[in-house]
């Protein structure tokens, strides 16, 4: 298994779009599973799951890995999924949604750790738009990765966002003042 995979193809990414697909490849995170264990957890019949795994298999986002008696067992081909499709109108609403379910995870971590937050609502908000930013500026230089076969580490994807994130942080200031308004730190 790969550490970490690029995403740039919009017809992948519309195979990611389908809830039941993006939510058998968040359980096999977990661990690798049979479409009976699949079938179990997200209540849904036999046949669907082993239309879905197929349809995933066949994209390259999982692969069957061994056998439990007449079960095969299906693992992800990566541990990070990193999608950075071109802009396609066809894939957007997908994009948009998850930017928005991310920066909610990411509104509830601080307040986890206790930081104070002023505006809940607005900086969900704000998150999502400077995330959906951060994105799109560097869709060239991850797709330039992507397109030259260069295999990233977990930790290596880390500091690679990290530094896009630093070569865009004086369009983001204004951002980051709006941000430090919302927040107590």
């Known amino acids: 298994m790969k550490d970490v995979i690029i995403i740039t193809e919009p017809e992948r990414v519309k195979i990611l779009s389908e809830n039941t697909r993006f939510r058998i490849l968040e359980l096999l995170r977990e661990r690798p599973m049979t ?9 849904r019949d036999r046949t669907t799951i082993y239309r879905h795994i197929k349809t995933l298999e066949k994209a390259g986002f999982v692969e069957e890995i061994g056998q439990e008696g007449n079960e095969r067992i299906y693992a992800r081909t990566a541990r990070i999924f990193l999608i950075k499709a071109d802009p396609d109108a066809s894939v957007e609403h997908f994009r948009q949604a998850y930017l928005q379910v991310e920066a909610k995870k990411l509104v509830q971590i601080l307040e986890k750790v206790g930081i104070r937050i002023k505006d809940k609502k607005g900086l969900v908000v704000l998150t999502r738009e400077v995330l959906d930013e ?11 990765i992507s397109q030259a076969d260069i295999d990233l580490s977990e930790i290596e994807l880390f500091h690679l966002l990290n530094i896009l994130v630093f070569f865009q942080s004086c ?3 204004e951002k980051a003042r709006r941000l430090n308004t919302l927040i107590e730190l």
């Open 35 to 43: 479409i009976n264990e699949l079938t179990e957890i997200l209540d």
């Open 134 to 144: 951060i994105e799109v500026n560097a869709q060239p230089i991850i797709k330039r």
């Open 171 to 173: 369009r983001l200031c």
